[in-house]
């Protein structure tokens, strides 16, 4: 079945580590995002990519880094330069303008210990 | 600075009864809506969307309604079930500008049996 899958689902690290979370869709889209949710806030958008080896800011991108070496697979790293890593993430592709409908995967809960 | 807004942080409703989610928004320049179902641990999901030409789209029990002078936008549920109970994000974006969209803080609904 086509899908976005991210993984792990869980992760647990220590402060001043940096973590990667791992992003893979077979939709076949153009655009993919990484989005943070904190309670009773929105989803915010952290970065963002269009094309393969092309990604953008998004609203609260410090901290944060991506690649786009693969049209399916968009990687963040959580560095320890984000100052409160601690957050739900949710990783999302829509099939060709960035503002078109998104399709998300289930979420990566990452919490620094 | 909010351009989206979903004052209401619940909501609770009988089943059967009508569910009604309001979101607000400032940009003016906003003309593609959508509403998200997410489920905790899990992903949003497309509900419906509705574009700035209409004023209201309807799929089968979920209703949008949007206001344009008002720069409000509602989501309808009828007849509300137990299985409506998530949380319901609004977003926009301004599609003729190719911008990304913008979510809400979401509203939780709890429907109850």
């Known amino acids: 079945d086509g899908g976005i899958t991210q993984s792990p689902k869980y992760l647990f690290r220590k402060e001043g580590q940096n973590v990667t979370l791992s992003c893979e869709q077979n939709?076949?889209?153009?655009?993919m995002y990484w989005y943070r949710q904190d309670p009773g806030q929105g989803l915010r958008l952290i970065y963002y990519s269009q094309i393969v080896n092309d990604f953008q800011k998004g609203d609260i991108a410090e901290g944060y880094s991506v690649s786009r070496e693969k049209k399916e697979s968009f990687p963040l790293t959580v560095t320890s330069a984000q100052k409160n890593p601690t957050a739900f993430y949710l990783c999302a592709s829509s099939k060709d303008r960035v503002d078109g409908e998104l399709f998300f995967g289930e979420g990566s809960r990452l919490t620094v210990l | 600075d909010q351009q989206v807004k979903q004052n209401s942080p619940s909501l609770s409703v009988q089943e059967g009864r009508i569910s009604i989610l309001n979101c607000d928004y400032t940009?003016?320049?906003?003309?593609?809506f959508l509403w998200y179902k997410k489920y905790p641990a899990e992903g949003p999901t497309f509900l419906i969307s509705i574009s700035s030409i209409k004023d209201k789209n309807e799929d089968g029990r979920f209703t949008v309604f949007l206001n344009k002078s008002a720069k409000h936008l509602s989501l309808h549920i009828v007849p509300s079930q137990p299985g409506d109970s998530a949380v319901y994000f609004c977003?926009?974006?301004?599609?003729?500008?190719?911008?990304?969209?913008?979510f809400g803080a979401g509203t939780i609904l709890r429907v109850k049996s």
């Open positions: 977003a926009a974006s301004a599609r003729g500008y190719g911008n990304k969209l913008v």
């Open positions: 939709l076949n889209h153009d655009a």
């Open positions: 940009n003016s320049m906003f003309d593609y």
